[in-house]
């Protein structure tokens, strides 16, 4: 680390100089082109693996499903003729795709392009921590515990242009799923590729209306150049969608005011200080994204109940948004977002409440130092390096260690990259950790503490959790009784903290007034296609 001092501070020296010219260079953005700066890089564009906010924004770009999102957040026709209505008591959807649709290097697009995808996805062989958005579908229980045939799927291809889905029960929210999660994949190139598919622009094959040109796993600009096989291209109004990432919000709002870029994602503490000024083009919308500690259930400290309770009751979520962050973010209530589903007229988390209470804190604190057989308490927290974690991280730790003073808290800033692997691998004790929904209803969420989930990263277990989990997927309908149970199982976690909610995040961006038709849905993200 100390052999090369001066190689490095020439690099520190560039890097200065570089963003200074940046800056105060003239804006080379052009009407057919968008300059924009996000704060994730983009870990894959395998649709069967992307299960971070980079590449899911990505992927909205790049791919498209049987059905859509329209610029206002509703579902439509995408690959497909028509929304269907499914049959056999509502399980069964058979769905053509319209004529000329094809790949991004001219090939057509099939319906046994998405049943392959699918089915690569579900299979237990390929680990995907996305297979748990199929869990609907008939035998999918079968496949994923008892190694059913993967080809028992209910999914499958009856000609090149007709796709049949079977599901286990009704499902109401399953347009959405079609619309935000069974993404095809180019069948002929994962063969070719395997594992490098999605991993670099050339091993990347898109359907939507953007390629991603001059990107790989370790990027950090790239660009979105128009689909010419698209069949919507003649709608797409511009041609490339400049992007980098800026984890730095304040330097990203600097771009933004000096006419560099057109649209900057920022976070943190940089939002009051522009509302101050009162720079233009500032928007704040919900998100259906919460974000929450992730506990490892093997470890001795952060699988102990009474830890959990007393770190969740220590926290003040109402400091936490309205001040530390102060971006619109709003303090959680459970692990569902609030403006997401109501009953009997009421918002979901009506009568939930995650409060501060340094009280309640001390006394599950002292349960667990005698539980454990311990009085200090040290645990590592991991955090991704973005200016929003980093806020959230000092936040944590000043806060916890200030209400329970035998409790040690240690940072570790890594990328998100690096965290979520480390997620996946159950190397970790503790991790915050951020997740979008892709549907309007609280399952998706819930399943973050279900065992059987493919998204619990610790493993947590509780047979009530569960079972509720249970009754709640054999609930057909969009209704309050499906509804209150899952205010229930939201409840329950909020005091078992299978994992600890923290606030819903706020879409923050500044964009151009020359920029039009670009939106910031709750459920999903800006799609560049429509924007004029």
Not at 275 to 296: A, D, E, L
Not at 304 to 321: E, G, M, P
Not at 404 to 428: G, Q
């Amino acid at each position: 680390m100390k052999k090369k001092p001066l190689i490095t501070i020439s690099v520190v020296l560039l890097v200065v100089l570089g963003s200074y010219t940046l800056l105060n260079q003239k804006s080379k953005t052009s009407k057919d082109q968008l300059s924009v700066t996000v704060q994730n890089p983009i870990t894959t564009l395998d649709p069967n693996f992307a299960d971070d906010i980079g590449s899911n924004w990505a992927e909205t770009q790049t791919l498209e499903g049987l059905y859509t999102l329209s610029d206002k957040g509703q579902v439509i026709p995408g690959m497909a003729q028509s929304i269907v209505k499914p049959t056999n008591d509502n399980k069964v959807y058979t769905i053509k795709l319209k004529d000329n649709q094809k790949w991004s290097d001219g090939s057509a697009v099939t319906a046994q392009d998405f049943v392959d995808s699918a089915k690569r996805q579900v299979n237990p062989s390929s680990k995907s921590t996305r297979a748990n958005h199929f869990k609907d579908l008939a035998n999918y229980d079968e496949i994923r515990k008892n190694s059913s045939d993967i080809d028992n799927l209910g999914i499958k291809a009856i000609d090149n242009k007709t796709i049949e889905i079977t599901l286990s029960h009704p499902v109401p929210y399953f347009n959405f799923i079609l619309a935000n999660q069974l993404y095809p994949i180019n069948s002929a190139k994962v063969k070719q590729y395997g594992k490098k598919y999605g991993q670099t622009d050339q091993t990347t094959m898109s359907n939507g209306a953007y390629m991603i040109k001059k990107w790989n796993q370790s990027a950090t600009s790239w660009e979105f150049v128009k689909n010419p096989y698209y069949a919507g291209a003649n709608q797409v109004h511009y041609q490339t969608i400049k992007s980098t990432v800026v984890k730095d919000a304040t330097l990203a709002s600097k771009q933004y005011i000096a006419g560099q870029v057109d649209e900057a994602e920022i976070s943190g503490s940089v939002i009051g200080d522009l509302k101050k000024k009162n720079i233009s083009g500032m928007q704040s919308k919900p998100k259906g994204r919460m974000v929450f500690i992730v506990w490892q259930s093997q470890d001795k400290i952060t699988s102990n109940t009474n830890f959990k309770r007393a770190i969740s009751y220590a926290i003040d979520r109402q400091v936490l948004a309205n001040q530390t962050l102060g971006d619109g973010s709003v303090a959680a209530k459970s692990i569902v977002p609030s403006n997401e589903v109501t009953i009997d007229g009421q918002d979901f988390n009506k009568n939930l409440d995650l409060p501060f209470d340094k009280d309640k804190a001390t006394s599950y604190l002292k349960q667990a130092q005698k539980e454990l057989n311990q009085k200090k308490i040290s645990i590592t927290l991991n955090i991704a390096d973005t200016d929003g974690y980093n806020l959230l991280g000092t936040y944590l730790k000043h806060r916890i260690e200030t209400v329970l003073p035998d409790v040690t808290i240690n940072l570790n800033k890594m990328p998100l990259n690096a965290e979520i692997a480390a997620f996946n691998s159950r190397n970790f004790q503790a991790g915050t950790l951020s997740w979008s929904t892709d549907y309007n209803d609280p399952i998706d969420f819930l399943d973050m503490a279900y065992s059987n989930g493919a998204i619990n990263f610790t493993k947590w277990h509780n047979e009530k959790y569960d079972n509720l989990i249970e009754q709640i997927n054999q609930q057909g309908e969009a209704n309050d009784s499906r509804y209150q149970l899952q205010q229930e199982a939201a409840k329950l976690n909020n005091d078992l903290n299978g994992v600890t909610p923290l606030y819903q995040m706020s879409n923050v961006h500044l964009l151009k007034s020359t920029v039009k038709n670009l939106n910031y849905p709750l459920i999903g993200y800006q799609n560049y296609k429509y924007a004029k």
